[in-house]
């Protein structure tokens, strides 16, 4: 497959990472950078060594690009994407989709009007541990799927700068990206919701907040999303077995041996701990495929499926949408 050239909006940490992510491959190639503020695009040319960049998205686009990144500001997500599909340019926007579920809506259909790709980069989805768990839920390895906890937090209490300055409430900025993962792991959607929130230390509406979902089968959820803390944690327990991440550290018990591409289990029944640093050779040689920018790349030239696309990515803001409904009713909400 010959390299796609892609494009890149938003040149700050995670647009860094971005770049240093596909140059672990050979699938796509950033090639141009964008960033409303000259000294972000500038600042990366530097650090880089890519030799396109321009404060004008249009400018961008007009470099012949397959395929655009978006890392940037969430608020000119929709306008980017309609700028894009205009010019049949592929997008893949980085967590959170959208600041709305109307907006969401909208990105998709201007994606499926002009008949481009537009997928959704999701952190986790990358990972191939992650990967080797969905397919081993899918083979009945915990059993039936009982429930799933996850708690997902970013620390704003210590940087105010990024407190203004991060768009959305924790139900855009990080409950969306657990509904993305569960869902991909799990392989089922949510049917019902309810949620709380918390206030009262960042200049914000939302401090943090707590969400409940049964999925598809009476799968039960709960979800804690906070600004006050950094944590990343998620536990899936069946009836034969489960599996918790805490950290760089993996707990797995199941009813039978599996041997995959990440990492074997050899004792049924038994639970078994690990660090990423104890498989650290079968991940090098793993991650370089799972990255989300060159597994977007085959996607648009069909050689890949993609864990998010647009479609499974609305579906999933529907629920976060039906969690911010719940935390201002009090009520449960259907899905």
Sequence with gaps: MKPLRAGLSGCGARGLAAVEQVRRHRHCDIVAVHDEDASAWQQLLGHTGIGFGTSDFEALLNTGIDFVALTGSV???????????????HCLVHTPMAGDLATARAMTAACDAAQVKLGIAVPGQDDPILDQLRRMIAADWLGGLVCVQGALGDDLLRSPQAAREIAGDPFVQLLSQHIHLVSWLCGRSAERV????????????HDGAVATAVLRGNVLCTFTASHLTRVRALAIHGTDGGVRIAGDRIWVRGQTEYHGPAFDYVEAGREQSFTRGDIEKALAALTPDAELH????????????????????TFDFQVVAAMARAAASGRMETV
């Design 75 to 89: 608020p000119a997500r929709l306008a980017h994407v309609q700028a894009a599909a205009a010019q049949a340019v």
């Design 194 to 205: 309810t949620a709380q929130t918390t206030s009262g230390f960042l200049p914000r509406p």
């Design 294 to 313: 060159g597994r977007f790349a085959r996607w648009i030239d069909d050689f890949d499926d993609f864990p998010c696309p647009a479609e499974q990515a």
